[in-house]
């Protein structure tokens, strides 16, 4: 059994170590309320957005300008990475890290031994790891999360797609951690591009003079919607297919950022009650210490005593 001093200064430890998880629990749960603030303000209106873009790369085709809808073989890949710029957040970066290396190992794995394969990460966490196990990572944009702002996304988004209409890459895949509540995060792996839409029929727009198309996806009512395009579809197309591309971009690092804090305010909440745990079971091997101790004292002191009076 370890010495009264050993067992102080572990108490002592583990108490110091016990301040700062709390600490860093309050604090993850201060900035959660924020980021989850802003995630559920974005989610409905990316929703629609998404469903505006799978509608209308449904009616269009590339000979319109819609580049970001051809499907071509795949021989060159993008994988964006979502992690964060600090640990102690549980599996929260492993998660995305060991999603990413399956998804190359499986089914990107003939474009990986050819070389084709590239990363770009988001978050610094992402870049160490995937640097350091020699992945060709083509850009790192850990400043992101210094603040926020759709402008800095946006311009992220912008580079892939221009790399895409350029065909540098025939597939981009997106994956990172999906925000549900402060305990639970859903790991995500998205096509980025190019755009999957749903079917489309063609239509006539008589109103301004355009020829356009629209689809026709059903309702939750089941009744058919048409969506007639003004000015023109090719419009629609430069204009807003490149506009929900950022705002998908943006989402998953708004998800990502609230999933973050999350992640963290639950695992330090852990370390707090590990802690607690270890502070009582390490009191208790203390005052068993410190009985025995006593007790050995005592004989000692009874055993001169008798050996005096003998």
């Given at each position: 059994?370890?010495?009264?001093?050993?067992?102080?200064?572990?108490?002592?430890?583990?108490?110091?170590?016990?301040?700062?998880?709390?600490?860093?629990?309050?604090?993850?749960?201060?900035?959660?309320?924020?980021?989850?603030?802003?995630?559920?303000?974005?989610?409905?209106?990316?929703?629609?957005?998404?469903?505006?873009?799978?509608?209308?790369?449904?009616?269009?085709?590339?000979?319109?300008?819609?580049?970001?809808?051809?499907?071509?073989?795949?021989?060159?890949?993008?994988?964006?990475?979502?992690?964060?710029?600090?640990?102690?957040?549980?599996?929260?970066?492993?998660?995305?890290?060991?999603?990413?290396?399956?998804?190359?190992?499986?089914?990107?794995?003939?474009?990986?031994?050819?070389?084709?394969?590239?990363?770009?990460?988001?978050?610094?966490?992402?870049?160490?790891?995937?640097?350091?196990?020699?992945?060709?990572?083509?850009?790192?944009?850990?400043?992101?999360?210094?603040?926020?702002?759709?402008?800095?996304?946006?311009?992220?988004?912008?580079?892939?797609?221009?790399?895409?209409?350029?065909?540098?890459?025939?597939?981009?895949?997106?994956?990172?951690?999906?925000?549900?509540?402060?305990?639970?995060?859903?790991?995500?792996?998205?096509?980025?591009?190019?755009?999957?839409?749903?079917?489309?029929?063609?239509?006539?727009?008589?109103?301004?003079?355009?020829?356009?198309?629209?689809?026709?996806?059903?309702?939750?009512d089941g009744r058919g919607v048409d969506y007639?395009?003004?000015?023109?579809?090719?419009?629609?197309?430069?204009?807003?297919?490149?506009?929900?591309?950022?705002?998908?971009?943006?989402?998953?690092v708004l998800d990502s950022n609230a999933a973050?804090?999350?992640?963290?305010?639950?695992?330090?909440?852990?370390?707090?009650?590990?802690?607690?745990?270890?502070?009582?079971?390490?009191?208790?091997?203390?005052?068993?210490?410190?009985?025995?101790?006593?007790?050995?004292?005592?004989?000692?002191?009874?055993?001169?005593?008798?050996?005096?009076?003998?």
């Open positions: 059994m370890a010495n009264l001093k050993e067992i102080r200064v572990r108490i002592a430890s583990v108490n110091s170590t016990k301040q700062i998880t709390s600490a860093m629990k309050m604090v993850s749960a201060a900035k959660l309320r924020r980021a989850q603030d802003a995630i559920v303000r974005m989610r409905p209106y990316a929703q629609k957005l998404r469903e505006i873009l799978d509608n209308v790369s449904a009616s269009v085709d590339s000979s319109e300008g819609n580049s970001y809808s051809v499907s071509r073989p795949v021989k060159n890949v993008l994988i964006i990475a979502v992690t964060s710029n600090r640990g102690l957040c549980g599996g929260f970066n492993s998660n995305v890290m060991k999603a990413t290396r399956n998804l190359i190992a499986t089914k990107y794995a003939d474009q990986n031994i050819a070389g084709n394969v590239k990363i770009i990460t988001i978050g610094r966490k992402a870049f160490e790891y995937f640097k350091n196990n020699n992945y060709k990572v083509v850009a790192n944009h850990s400043d992101v999360y210094d603040n926020i702002q759709f402008a800095s996304v946006a311009a992220i988004a912008e580079k892939i797609m221009q790399d895409f209409s350029k065909k540098e890459y025939d597939k981009v895949e997106l994956i990172y951690n999906q925000f549900k509540n402060a305990a639970v995060q859903i790991l995500k792996v998205e096509p980025y591009l190019p755009v999957i839409s749903s079917q489309s029929s063609a239509v006539v727009d008589k109103t301004g003079g355009h020829v356009g198309q629209a689809v026709s996806p059903l309702r939750g007639i395009f003004e000015p023109s579809t090719e419009y629609i197309v430069q204009d807003l297919i490149p506009r929900s591309l950022k705002v998908q971009l943006y989402k998953a973050e804090h999350g992640a963290r305010m639950t695992a330090m909440h852990k370390a707090t009650d590990n802690a607690t745990d270890m502070v009582k079971q390490l009191k208790l091997h203390y005052n068993k210490a410190r009985q025995a101790a006593i007790t050995k004292e005592i004989l000692e002191i009874v055993g001169g005593a008798e050996a005096l009076n003998g």
